[in-house]
């Protein structure tokens, strides 16, 4: 969900220039759908000013409300016209924990509302109570208490249908006609994640390529600090993006920079890949910093390989001073399997079994 954080800027100003498009419902409906544009003439958010009845039976007076979303279909936020005030079924004005409750409402996109009829909200010969949540309505009614305001079920589902209903659709599809480079890169560097997954979608095609020119921008989100967005781009991209020295060494540092949630979504995304003694001898030297997760998950990067090299051995022989250490067994067991030609492998080794050996006896 979009905060409302961001879009307080053009909460408080109006936009520079306004592009307005015609929406058909249906053959005889229609609405008009607003762009607001900066200076530059480039796409900030939409909005719509809505006058919509919310009842079936006219009882209640209709709605002035203005909807905002961002530019891929998110809606963000309400508000009214000067002046305007929204009312229940038996016209009493909404309170501001109506309000409050409203918001809360509108910005939930995964409402019970989305797979509610209006008609299930109305039990038969009860419709003129139905807009009431005790009405005795059935149980439909009953299940979306929490997402309606009692007397003023109708609103609710209504604005709500209107919020988060096709115009989502039409959004997106204004937006693509406005895909350009420049909007791409302004994506991918928002702190809206709803438009850096959107962006990442095609600046990075099906099998995994970067666009030219995007790399700096994905190497960015994966840096970043939402963890999401950066399993995204790292799941995204293809397995030969990763097979240079130099790639891996940058991931290793990513790594070595980032959260533990991050840590682990690296290390599972390393698995499949052959890695460069770069990567092998940093992993090796960072076991003993590792916690049991990290250091099973490191091991196990380290066994998939079909070698490492004399140094990586020799890191990870040096880790068996003490049979008793957590890691020193799989360490033993790992370089046991690569039969080491390494001297001084050999030395560890056979010094593990010997105290190994005494250990147990």
Not at 15 to 36: C, G, Q, V, W
Not at 319 to 334: F, R
Not at 349 to 359: G, N, V, W
């Given at each position: 969900?979009?905060?409302?954080?961001?879009?307080?800027?053009?909460a408080?100003?109006?936009?520079?220039k306004?592009?307005?498009?015609?929406?058909r419902e249906?053959?005889?409906?229609?609405y008009?759908?607003?762009?607001?544009?900066?200076?530059?003439?480039?796409?900030?958010?939409?909005?719509r000013?809505?006058?919509?009845?919310?009842c079936?039976?006219g009882?209640?007076k209709?709605?002035?409300i203005?909807?905002?979303?961002?530019?891929?279909?998110n809606?963000?936020?309400?508000?009214?016209?000067?002046?305007?005030?929204?009312?229940?079924?038996?016209?009493?004005?909404?309170?501001?924990?109506?309000?409050?409750k409203l918001?809360?409402?509108?910005?939930?996109?995964?409402?019970l509302?989305?797979?509610?009829?209006?008609?299930?909200?109305?039990?038969?010969?009860?419709?003129?109570?139905?807009?009431?949540?005790?009405?005795?309505?059935?149980?439909?009614?009953?299940?979306?208490?929490?997402?309606?305001?009692?007397?003023a079920?109708?609103?609710?589902?209504?604005?709500?249908?209107?919020?988060?209903?096709?115009?989502?659709?039409?959004?997106?599809?204004?937006?693509?006609?406005?895909q350009d480079?420049?909007?791409?890169?302004?994506?991918?560097t928002?702190?809206?994640?709803?438009y850096?997954?959107?962006?990442?979608d095609?600046?990075?095609?099906?099998?995994?390529?970067?666009?030219?020119?995007?790399?700096?921008?994905?190497?960015?989100?994966?840096?970043?600090?939402?963890?999401?967005?950066?399993?995204?781009?790292?799941q995204?991209?293809?397995?030969?993006?990763?097979?240079?020295?130099?790639?891996?060494?940058?991931?290793?540092?990513?790594?070595?920079?980032?959260?533990?949630?991050?840590?682990?979504?690296?290390?599972?995304?390393?698995?499949?890949?052959?890695?460069?003694?770069?990567?092998?001898?940093?992993?090796?030297?960072?076991?003993?910093?590792a916690?049991?997760?990290?250091?099973?998950?490191?091991?196990?990067?380290?066994a998939?390989?079909?070698?490492?090299?004399?140094?990586?051995?020799?890191?990870?022989?040096?880790?068996?001073?003490s049979?008793?250490?957590?890691?020193?067994?799989?360490i033993?067991?790992?370089l046991?399997?690569?039969?080491?030609?390494?001297?001084e492998?050999?030395?560890?080794?056979?010094?593990?079994?010997?105290?190994?050996?005494?250990?147990?006896?």
């Amino acid at each position: 969900m979009v905060t409302l954080s961001l879009f307080h800027s053009f909460a408080l100003s109006p936009p520079n220039k306004i592009r307005e498009f015609t929406i058909r419902e249906n053959d005889t409906a229609s609405y008009t759908l607003k762009l607001a544009l900066d200076n530059n003439g480039r796409p900030v958010y939409f909005f719509r000013n809505v006058f919509t009845p919310v009842c079936l039976t006219g009882e209640c007076k209709p709605v002035y409300i203005n909807f905002y979303w961002d530019l891929v279909g998110n809606y963000t936020r309400y508000d009214l016209p000067p002046n305007q005030i929204l009312t229940k079924m038996d016209h009493k004005e909404f309170k501001p924990e109506d309000y409050e409750k409203l918001r809360d409402i509108l910005a939930n996109p995964n409402s019970l509302l989305k797979d509610v009829a209006m008609d299930d909200l109305v039990g038969k010969g009860t419709e003129n109570l139905a807009d009431s949540v005790d009405a005795k309505a059935g149980a439909t009614l009953k299940t979306v208490k929490n997402e309606v305001i009692d007397g003023a079920v109708y609103t609710c589902y209504t604005l709500w249908h209107l919020a988060h209903g096709n115009v989502v659709n039409e959004i997106r599809r204004i937006t693509e006609t406005y895909q350009d480079d420049q909007l791409l890169h302004s994506f991918l560097t928002s702190t809206n994640h709803h438009y850096q997954y959107w962006a990442m979608d095609r600046v990075i095609d099906a099998q995994g390529t970067i666009w030219d020119g995007f790399l700096p921008d994905i190497l960015t989100i994966i840096q970043g600090r939402n963890v999401f967005t950066a399993r995204y781009a790292l799941q995204r991209i293809a397995n030969p993006f990763f097979l240079s020295d130099a790639r891996q060494k940058w991931l290793w540092e990513t790594y070595q920079k980032a959260g533990y949630s991050l840590q682990i979504v690296i290390l599972k995304r390393l698995a499949n890949i052959p890695f460069k003694p770069v990567l092998t001898e940093a992993i090796a030297q960072e076991l003993p910093k590792a916690n049991q997760e990290q250091s099973t998950m490191l091991l196990n990067l380290l066994a998939s390989q079909p070698t490492l090299n004399d140094k990586t051995q020799q890191l990870l022989a040096r880790q068996l001073t003490s049979p008793t250490q957590d890691n020193s067994a799989a360490i033993y067991q790992l370089l046991k399997g690569l039969h080491p030609h390494n001297q001084e492998v050999r030395t560890y080794l056979k010094t593990f079994e010997t105290t190994a050996s005494q250990i147990n006896k």
